[in-house]
T-cell receptor, first 115, second 111 residues
Framework: NAGVMQNPRHLVRRRGQEARLRCSPV?????VYWYRQLPEEGLKFMVY????????ESGMPKERFSAEFPKEGPSILRIQQVVRGDSAAYFC?????????????FGPGTRLTVT | QKEVEQNSGPLSVPEGAIASLNCTYS??????FFWYRQYSGKSPELIMS????GDKEDGRFTAQLNKASQYVSLLIRDSQPSDSATYLC???????????FGKGTRLHILP
């Protein structure tokens, strides 16, 4: 069974460029969550998606950040016009559909460095 | 505002001893509780989930939940140097599919 897959694992962007982070959930999982983690800090929730729907984006900055989870293909977290403060590890997690089945399984993460 | 509180540590425990990690949460409606382990530079790995009051054992790990006190803990028996990591407590409410993570406790097992 393949776990959560994320790519790229490392991404370097210059200030002002766009960053696209991809996440493929565990097969059969229809819930995807994105988190950001700064060095020596905790995981910060960004957005929760189901197929073709954004359920909760309360943790997402209002500008420059967007996320989608299309009917086909991976979930995408998009950061436009990146700034140095966007440098962080971005983790995707997935969980299965079902009452009480809230365990989330994490991908390996994408380490974004903005130069 | 839902919160999950953990002592940041580091918690130093001699090899072979019991490591005890604690977590408190603020939302009385929380129903699902998780412990994740995160090695430096790696992603969080789910090691235990607990949903009912009491103890749940899995190998060297025991999770303990007390909903009345809003307290959840993780015990690691026979601690090994490979247990050295940051342990994240996570809590989920019954009406909310979002998990709230604590900031984690750094555990250091002394050889």
């Amino acid at each position: 069974n393949a776990g959560v897959m994320q790519n790229p694992r490392h991404l370097v962007r210059r200030r002002g460029q766009e960053a696209r982070l991809r996440c493929s959930p565990v097969k059969g999982h229809s819930h995807v969550y994105w988190y950001r983690q700064l060095p020596e800090e905790g995981l910060k929730f960004m957005v929760y998606l189901q197929k073709e729907n954004i359920i909760d984006e309360s943790g997402m900055p209002k500008e420059r950040f967007s996320a989608e989870f299309p009917k086909e293909g991976p979930s995408i977290l998009r950061i436009q016009q990146v700034v140095r403060g966007d440098s962080a590890a971005y983790f995707c997690a997935s969980s299965p559909l079902g009452t009480g089945e809230y365990e989330q399984y994490f991908g390996p993460g994408t380490r974004l460095t903005v130069t | 505002q839902k919160e999950v509180e953990q002592n940041s540590g580091p918690l130093s425990v001699p090899e072979g001893a019991i490591a005890s990690l604690n977590c408190t949460y603020s939302d009385r409606g929380s129903q699902s509780f998780f412990w994740y382990r995160q090695y430096s530079g790696k992603s969080p790995e789910l090691i235990m989930s607990i949903y009912s009051n009491g103890d749940k054992e899995d190998g060297r790990f025991t999770a303990q939940l007390n909903k009345a006190s809003q307290y959840v803990s993780l015990l690691i028996r026979d601690s090994q140097p490979s247990d050295s990591a940051t342990y994240l407590c996570a809590v989920n409410g019954i009406r909310d599919d979002k998990i709230i993570f604590g900031k984690g406790t750094r555990l250091h097992i002394l050889p």
